[in-house]
């Protein structure tokens, strides 16, 4: 099936250092939902994005809803140790009957 | 608390034997699904439901069953014909089609 272009596939960082990372496609999507997963655990959502150009925080964390529907951002502000696990956006489009179209992941490791 | 529940957390089974793993959410959320998660890789449509009493087969169906008697449990067969069973097992839930996806806490299953 097809999957969304997830980059980088890893980072490793300092703490106090700020992240970004994003997701392209060459479709378009009506939503783009961004995960944290740690090891042994299930994803947990940090963002949702509805609208084309939408720009949404939570806490550290600021995601984008690219402006052509094909791509979504994802920054996190003054990472700390706890920030470490594999983060993945997730699209769906309007026709997907719920389908989400995932990324690779990004696996983030943060150096104290 | 609302959520989403899976059993066991961890799940040994020998080669031939079909197993079942359990999916319960108390969000009062329509559609069901199941996922499949190798190392390093990202995420696999197994089967998801939109309503009781009907399921469709996602990306990777092929030695798996489901069943969705009940709104708020979609339990998923692991049959002796799926080839590769060994895998983190994921379910999620969302409100109606188009939502926003919400994930249980995973089942490791370990074939020996």
């Known amino acids: 099936g097809q999957q969304l272009n997830q980059s980088p596939q890893s980072m490793f960082i300092q703490e106090g250092e700020d992240v970004s990372m994003n997701c392209t496609s060459s479709?378009?999507?009506?939503?783009w939902l961004w995960y944290k997963q740690e090891p042994g655990e299930g994803p947990v959502l940090l963002i949702a994005l509805y609208k084309a150009g939408e720009l949404t925080s939570n806490g550290r964390l600021t995601a984008q809803f690219g402006i052509t529907r094909k791509d979504s951002f994802l920054n996190i502000s003054a990472s700390i140790p706890s920030d470490v696990g594999i983060y993945f956006c997730?699209?769906?489009?309007?026709?997907?009957?719920?389908?989400?179209?995932f990324g690779q992941g990004t696996i983030l490791t943060v150096h104290p | 608390d609302g959520g989403i529940t899976q059993s066991p957390k961890y799940l040994f089974r020998k080669e031939g034997q079909n197993v079942t793993l359990s999916c319960e959410q108390n969000l009062n959320h329509d559609a069901m699904y199941w996922y499949r998660q190798d190392p390093g890789q990202g995420l696999r449509l197994i089967y998801y439901s939109q309503i009781v009493n009907d399921f469709q087969k996602g990306d990777i169906a092929e030695g798996y069953s489901v069943s969705r008697e009940k709104k708020e449990s979609f339990p998923l067969t692991v049959t002796s014909a799926q080839k590769n069973p060994t895998a983190f097992y994921l379910c999620a839930s969302s409100l109606a089609r188009t939502d926003t996806q919400y994930f249980g806490p995973g089942t490791r299953l370990t074939v020996l």
């Open positions: 997730a699209g769906l489009t309007g026709t997907s009957y719920g389908k989400l179209t």
């Open positions: 479709s378009i999507f009506n939503t």
